[in-house]
């Protein structure tokens, strides 16, 4: 219903009824063109409906039936849509998930929990979402914005032994090796159970400029052939951790106390002038914070695709060529953010990569933004937005899943992990004696 019209649709007849509330006859019907509709949402100048069978939101025009566009709907098996003034919410049954969307563009703003065992139809009144349950034939009332800006779900419980063998390969020796090995620590989405245990004891602990612990160990020499096993092991509770906000409610935030996290860095390359260009053409003349941040987050995710060869390259080798690991999206990301201003660092991390444990040689690096007070460092994973699905993409802005043991929390270069993240190491080489790193981490389940 719609300003005294009430819309209805005949998928036989391919049209869309119109009836007035007041009795005094009907509208002239409106065509749809080949949508399979579930259910339709009007607007001020368009029909917006869910076509359950290709799984697309298409919109057309109010007045003539004809198509304006279409985007794909998120999840797996949605069933319903509608539409608060602002936002489109779309549900699903399978995953249980209703997804906020941005209107324009399809975006997935963020995914809340669905209370309906079947959802069957959604309504906004009154800033409320009602939720209809087809299963035990009830209708759910919810507030779309919870009252915490962060919400954990689906705790598990892991030990994680992270393990590195240093072998010397070559024709000589090394001497002065020291290995280190980032400390975790609680933070959103991991809960450390147990101490931190070493196999050996580490030499010390050093801090690095970004503020990053590290376990350090030394050895003095070591000959071709030898082999030195550093192991660490710390039982932990991991979580799905999503923050739940509106983006027109972003004032202008404040960087003050930030401005580590908007230099420039080798691997960043903002100032050869490439990136802040390439920001500018992303952004235009957007405003708004979480836009900015948006925009630019959705174009590497629909540029870049992913290639793990070649070592990290700089920010801007890494859009030209659009090809690039998870830390060159990182790195293109940040170099992206700090040239407009929003501050940003990287996150490492060990990676679960079964639902029963297993194990990790690859691991995983993604960028965080600073949204202020109210939310903190928040992630942003163009790596794993680079998808066509909406809900991964949308999630993967705001959202990390529970198998993610973060070890390292830096900005850039770091004196004593270079570039990299987990673990790093630095050694004298005599007569051509190389060090091999052998980095594994293994995911035992726990009760």
């Not at 106390?257 to 802040?276: F, T």
């Not at 941040?293 to 995710?301: D, G, I, P």
């Amino acid at each position: 219903v719609y300003e005294g019209i009430i819309y209805y649709g005949d998928i036989t007849m391919e049209n869309v009824h119109r009836m007035k509330t007041d009795g005094k006859g009907a509208l002239k019907p409106l065509p749809f063109y080949g949508a399979w509709q579930r259910d339709i949402v009007i607007t001020d100048d368009e029909m917006i409906f869910l076509d359950t069978r290709k799984k697309e939101i298409v919109k057309t025009d109010k007045y003539d039936g004809s198509t304006i566009d279409k985007f794909k709907a998120p999840g797996k098996n949605p069933t319903s849509i509608t539409y608060d003034g602002t936002w489109l919410y779309c549900g699903e049954s399978e995953d249980k998930k209703i997804h906020v969307i941005e209107p324009e563009t399809g975006w997935v703003i963020r995914s809340i929990p669905s209370p309906a065992i079947h959802l069957s139809g959604l309504s906004f009144y009154k800033g409320n979402l009602y939720v209809g349950d087809l299963h035990d034939n009830k209708i759910h009332i919810l507030n779309t914005l919870p009252d915490k800006p962060l919400v954990e779900s689906e705790k598990r419980k892991f030990r994680v032994v992270f393990r590195i063998n240093n072998e010397v390969e070559g024709s000589g020796s090394v001497k002065n090796l020291r290995n280190y090995i980032a400390i975790p620590e609680d933070r959103p989405g991991q809960k450390l159970l147990s101490e931190i245990k070493f196999s050996p004891e580490p030499d010390g602990y050093v801090t690095d400029e970004w503020g990053q612990k590290l376990a350090e160990f030394k050895t003095a020499e070591m000959n071709k052939g030898d082999i030195k096993k550093i192991t660490m092991t710390v039982d932990v509770e991991v979580s799905n951790a999503a923050f739940h906000f509106d983006p027109l409610k972003f004032g202008n935030i404040s960087a003050k106390g930030m401005e580590h996290y908007l230099e420039d860095g080798r691997k960043y390359a903002i100032n050869n002038g490439y990136i802040l260009k390439k920001a500018e053409e992303i952004i235009k003349s957007e405003t708004n914070y979480y836009y900015k941040a948006r925009k630019l987050y959705e174009h590497l995710a629909d540029s870049i695709t992913y290639e793990r060869e070649g070592g990290w390259g700089r920010a801007d080798t890494v859009i030209k060529r659009g090809t690039g690991s998870c830390s060159e999206y990182t790195f293109a990301l940040l170099a992206l953010y700090r040239s407009v201003g929003i501050p940003s660092r990287y996150v490492g991390a060990f990676v679960n990569r079964s639902e029963h444990g297993g194990l990790d040689f690859v691991f995983h690096r993604w960028a965080e933004i600073w949204l202020g007070e109210k939310y903190g460092w928040v992630p942003v994973d163009a790596n794993a937005g680079a998808t066509e699905e909406p809900e991964k993409r949308g999630n993967a802005f705001g959202s990390i899943p529970n198998r993610y043991l973060v070890t390292t929390v830096s900005g850039g270069e770091s004196e004593y992990l270079d570039w990299s993240y987990n673990y790093g190491i630095k050694y004298d080489s005599e007569n051509g004696g190389v060090v091999k790193l052998f980095p594994l981490a293994r995911w035992i389940p726990v009760d």
